[in-house]
């Protein structure tokens, strides 16, 4: 793990602790509850005045359109408006910390798929993967890829074995 990181996870870990095991200590007083921190009253209110904000945004961009599909979506609009702030937000984070950059030249997009496209169409790419024993390297990344999909698929289910059909 990088240094830069693990002291947010740390700095995060800190805020976590300390603030459930001063509300815990003192769950009798409501004077240590959290909603009555003006910092977290703070947050709050500035976290209202964003989503009215990008509402207010998508509303304008989406249109009619956009209506629809928000009252399509009825009472799963609000857990999926927040569930994809609250990823935006964590993507934003990482992506800070790490100083990453896309690709901006289409170019480069090209390229890269380009060389992944040539090799595996290449039989001698794949002798010399036999050769090499870099074989073992790549069959250990599919199988991950496919247990990342398998546990995916496990969460959208809810459920180990499968579906629960009722007849």
Do not use: C, H
Not at 49 to 78: C, D, F, I, M, N
């Amino acid at each position: 793990m990088r240094p830069q990181v693990s002291r947010v996870a740390r700095t995060f870990g800190r805020r976590f602790n300390s603030s459930s095991s001063s509300s815990s200590s003192s769950s009798s007083s409501s004077a240590q509850s959290p909603l009555n921190n003006p910092n977290v009253q703070k947050a709050v209110e500035g976290a209202q005045k964003a989503y009215a904000q990008s509402a207010a945004t998508v509303k304008k961009v989406a249109g009619p359109l956009g209506e629809r599909v928000g009252s399509a979506l009825g009472g799963y609009r609000e857990p999926l408006v927040y569930n994809s702030k609250v990823v935006a937000s964590v993507a934003k984070q990482v992506w800070q910390v790490e100083k990453l950059s896309p690709p901006l030249d289409l170019s480069t997009w090209a390229r890269a798929y380009s060389q992944i496209w040539s090799k595996a169409t290449n039989g001698g790419y794949w002798r010399d993967l036999l050769k090499t024993g870099a074989w073992a390297g790549l069959g250990v990344a599919a199988v991950e890829a496919y247990g990342i999909f398998k546990l995916g698929e496990i969460v959208g289910r809810r459920n180990l074995v499968g579906y629960s059909v009722k007849e």
